[in-house]
C-alpha cells in the first residue's frame, strides 16, 4: 500500500482541496498522512487520513481574522500586502483591496484584482507608506471598486469552489486510473 504526505500551510483555502485529494486517496487504498494546522485534525480524520501537526512556531491560526478584526467585511477597503488567502476572503465579501506583493502568486493574484477593478495593484512587493495611502484614498473615494467587489462577491456565491475543483480532481484521477490500466493491460 503506498504511503503519501500530504503537506500543506493552513489557511482553509489550501487545506479543503487537499481533503478531497486525500479522499480520494484513501479510497483508492492509499495510505495519507496530512500535515498541516492541529486544528483541522477532525477534518483530516473524516477523509481517512492520519494527521500530523505543524511544528510549534509553524503553526497558527487564521480563523481568527475575524475576532480579531470584528465587523471587517463592513469596511470600505483593505490594504493588504501577505496574502494567505485574504484577497480571496474580501472579495467573497465584497471587500475592495489595495494590494502588493512579487513573490509566489501574488503578482498573478494583485493582477486578476485590478483586471476586476476589485482594487488596486502596487506592482510591488515593498510599496511606500505614501504609495499605500495614495492607493487607499483612491480606493476609498471611488465607489467603482466597492460595486466591482461586490459583483465578484455576487459571482462567488454562485460557485462551489471546493466542491468544483474535487470534480476536476476525480475527473483527472479517473482518467489517469484509465490510463494506467490500459498501459498495464497491454504488457
Given amino acids: 500500500m503506498p504511503e503519501i504526505l500530504i503537506a500543506s500551510c493552513p489557511p482553509i483555502g489550501h487545506i479543503s482541496p487537499l481533503l478531497n485529494v486525500a479522499r480520494g486517496l484513501v479510497a483508492r ?7 498541516t494546522s492541529a486544528r483541522h485534525a477532525d477534518r483530516i480524520r473524516a ?13 497558527y491560526d487564521d480563523s ?25 476572503r474580501a472579495l467573497s465579501d465584497g471587500v475592495p483591496l489595495v494590494v ?5 502568486d501574488k503578482p498573478e493574484v494583485a493582477a486578476r484584482v485590478a483586471y476586476f477593478g476589485a482594487g488596486i495593484d502596487l506592482r510591488t512587493g515593498t510599496p511606500t507608506a505614501a504609495a ?10 471611488n465607489v467603482a471598486f466597492r460595486d466591482n467587489a461586490r459583483r465578484l462577491r455576487s459571482a462567488y456565491a454562485t460557485h462551489d469552489g471546493v466542491t468544483e475543483i474535487a470534480a476536476v480532481v476525480d475527473e483527472v484521477i479517473e482518467r ?9 493491460g497491454r504488457r
Fill in 29 to 35: 487504498g492509499d495510505r495519507v498522512t496530512f500535515l
Fill in 47 to 59: 477523509v481517512g487520513a492520519a494527521p500530523r501537526s505543524l511544528p510549534l512556531g509553524a503553526d
Fill in 64 to 88: 481568527a481574522f475575524d475576532a480579531q478584526l470584528p465587523r471587517w467585511a463592513e469596511t470600505s477597503g483593505i490594504a493588504r500586502i501577505n496574502f494567505d488567502g485574504a484577497v480571496q
Fill in 100 to 104: 502588493a506583493g512579487r513573490t509566489e
Fill in 132 to 141: 499605500v495611502r495614495r492607493a487607499v484614498r483612491e480606493v476609498l473615494g
Fill in 176 to 184: 489517469r486510473t484509465a490510463t494506467l490500466g490500459h498501459v498495464r
